[in-house]
């Protein structure tokens, strides 16, 4: 039987303690008002960047203050228009029409016929400078939301991921179930213990689901009031052609059948497991195949749906047919290394005695496959969305380049080039520092692939790493923890009469 050590008891506590301090003072730094933004955007790295976008508001108001045409010495018209805003060009012409001339003086202009032609050049200015004073004030107003997006952000990034990482091993152990495999019984309780996250994990998300709906954040863009109103200046056609879908109530009930679903399979799945140690027969193992069998149907259309729900309606414009496939596959492997390495942990510290290399060389394999699986999908994407170069589609992409270059590419490097370099050999496989090295590597990177997932959507480039991001994943490292290893030390790590307990005892590969 296993104890929750006090030592890992206090160090999940710790990382829980410093996380929720990180993610306070990420909520407190978040800038209140424009002026704020002002000032961050100053003072920030992305302060180069900024400036540039603000110097052309301010050469847009200079070329919108100058006459539209000059007159040369040599009487030669010369057409300044072409890098003056629309509104000033609109004025420009209506001011040649009129047939009104200007001389440049000196370097200056002067009028020479009346004061109409001053009038017209005062209303040109006063023209283009509020456009241009709107278009900075939406900018910035803009840059505010997106700043005030990233704490939140951080938090439902980490949130989802482990979550989810715990739905993987959820998802595996029903497979495991179903296909009544001999080698994996040994590993239940390991996974039990994981899915024990998915309760807590699901109430904090889904209370999440509720702050984005009734607009404690800004990070669903379909969410925008006004939105679905032609009349109202939001109005986005794309997005109220989704509203019958897209809809704040329709959305968070959905999210409640999925989650409620969930935990519903792992509350009956580890219950009949429990009961079916204390059984005579088989008739508890028979009653968790039936659910499992169930549940892997009602799973494989809620995890798509969860995937266009969660994750792909921040950016309502773009879609994928992939998408649903891909987030599982970075879940499943996320969840695969994680009983990787915790068995590794407890085989350590003395337990789990019937776990053998076999088992770990398998749980390799897992790792190792669903790496690659999960770059099959991630290329097929990328690839056909790049080859279409459909301009809706390949926005999505470009941002990402663009923006969030180093991690984009750098989740290829981590998630495909290390497990396949690693991996690859069979020896390794049955290596735990490697294995470590390796579950360390993985799980870093599909946590960075949930981030540039989620990211550019609600922060843009207004992003980086800093202590929202990092207090958010130590929040729900240190909930995770505490939460897996309190269920692991509730229940025998061995399910004694499992109808293959000893096939899985003797298991050699």
């Not at 509203?243 to 329709?250: A, D, E, K, Q, T």
């Not at 490097?413 to 360390?440: C, E, H, Q, S, Y």
């Not at 490292?477 to 025998?492: E, H, N, Q, R, Y």
Request: glycine residues 6%; negative net charge; proline residues 4%.
């Amino acid at each position: 039987m296993y104890t929750f050590s006090s030592k890992l008891k206090t160090f999940s506590i710790i990382l829980m303690v410093l996380g929720a301090i990180g993610i306070g003072i990420g909520f407190l730094s978040a800038p209140k008002d424009i002026q704020e933004v002002e000032r961050i955007l100053a003072e920030s790295d992305h302060g180069a960047h900024d400036s540039a976008t603000e110097h052309k508001i301010q050469d847009d108001v200079h070329l919108a203050e100058e006459p539209a045409k000059y007159v040369t010495g040599s009487d030669q018209v010369v057409d300044t228009t072409q890098n003056v805003p629309a509104s000033a060009q609109v004025a420009a012409q209506e001011i040649d029409s009129m047939h009104l001339d200007t001389i440049a003086v000196s370097g200056t202009v002067s009028p020479v016929r009346g004061s109409s032609q001053v009038h017209e050049n005062e209303n040109l200015s006063a023209h283009g400078s509020a456009d241009a004073h709107d278009a900075h004030q939406e900018h910035l107003e803009h840059v505010l939301h997106q700043l005030q997006n990233k704490p939140w952000a951080a938090l439902y990034v980490a949130c989802i991921f482990f979550m989810l990482l715990a739905m993987g091993v959820l998802a595996f152990y029903a497979i495991q179930i179903v296909a009544q495999a001999g080698w994996s019984p040994v590993l239940f309780r390991v996974m039990h213990a994981i899915t024990a996250y998915v309760l807590p994990g699901s109430v904090i998300f889904f209370i999440l689901l509720c702050l984005s709906g009734f607009h404690f954040n800004h990070m669903f863009v379909w969410m925008t009031e006004g939105i679905t109103d032609p009349s109202h200046e939001n109005f986005d056609k794309l997005v109220a052609n989704k509203s019958g879908y897209l809809n704040v109530p329709f959305w968070l009930i959905r999210a409640a059948v999925i989650l409620i679903g969930w935990n519903l399979y792992r509350f009956f799945t580890a219950k009949y497991s429990l009961e079916q140690d204390r059984a005579k027969d088989n008739a508890y193992y028979k009653r968790n195949f039936n659910i499992s069998a169930g549940f892997l149907v009602f799973f494989i259309v809620t995890e798509s749906i969860m995937s266009w729900d969660w994750i792909m309606s921040l950016d309502p414009h773009w879609f994928s047919t992939l998408f649903g496939w891909y987030v599982f596959a970075s879940f499943f492997v996320s969840g695969i290394t994680t009983i990787c390495m915790i068995t590794l942990y407890l085989k350590g510290k003395g337990f789990l005695p019937h776990v053998n290399t076999s088992h770990i060389h398998d749980l390799a394999k897992f790792m190792f496959g669903i790496s690659v699986f999960w770059t099959y999908l991630w290329f097929s994407q990328f690839m056909l969305i790049w080859y279409a170069n459909i301009p809706e589609e390949v926005t999505y992409f470009v941002t990402r380049i663009e923006q969030y270059n180093l991690p984009f590419f750098g989740a290829v490097v981590m998630n495909f080039v290390f497990p396949i370099l690693i991996l690859v050999n069979t020896d390794f496989k049955r290596i735990t520092w490697i294995l470590v090295m390796a579950g360390i590597v993985i799980l870093l990177g599909h946590y960075i692939d949930f981030f540039i997932m989620i990211m550019p959507a609600t922060v843009g480039d207004q992003w980086f790493i800093g202590i929202p991001e990092i207090g958010s994943v130590l929040f729900f490292l240190g909930l995770f923890v505490f939460v897996v290893f309190s269920a692991m030390a509730k229940a025998p790590l061995l399910p004694e009469r499992d109808p293959f307990i000893e096939e899985s005892k003797h298991f050699h590969y």
